[in-house]
């Protein structure tokens, strides 16, 4: 793989990981904020970030989301895949732009 394509792949995954941030903050799935540090769910956005290529519905990005979330906390903390749904198709809708 070229530089350039290695560049421009690193360029688009640090725009989804700012879109799936603002999202998930604004989310707060676990309810950590305002007291959390900014970076809180670092980890998250980035996984969840990553595993967004080839996921088509806002349902199967809000599964994953709650996935995501279930694997680094609790199942019984996360908060249930409907609640992942708005912010699953705000994702959507800033990829289709």
């Known amino acids: 793989m070229r ?5 421009s ?12 941030k603002e999202q ?3 989310l707060d799935p ?9 970076d809180e769910y670092k980890n998250e956005i980035r996984d969840i970030t990553l595993k967004l290529a080839g996921l088509k519905t ?9 996935v995501v979330f279930a694997y680094y906390f609790d199942i019984h903390e996360a908060k249930p895949v409907s609640q992942y749904l708005e912010a699953a198709k705000k994702i959507i809708k800033i990829n289709k732009e």
Do not use: C, H, W
């Not at 530089?3 to 560049?7: F, H, I, L, P, V």
């Open 3 to 7: 530089e350039s394509q290695t560049k």
């Open 30 to 38: 676990i309810g950590l904020f305002p007291g959390a540090p900014d």
């Open 9 to 20: 792949e690193q360029g688009r995954i640090k725009k989804y990981e700012a879109i799936v």
């Open 58 to 66: 806002p349902t199967d990005i809000a599964q994953m989301m709650f």
């Open 24 to 26: 998930v903050d604004n």
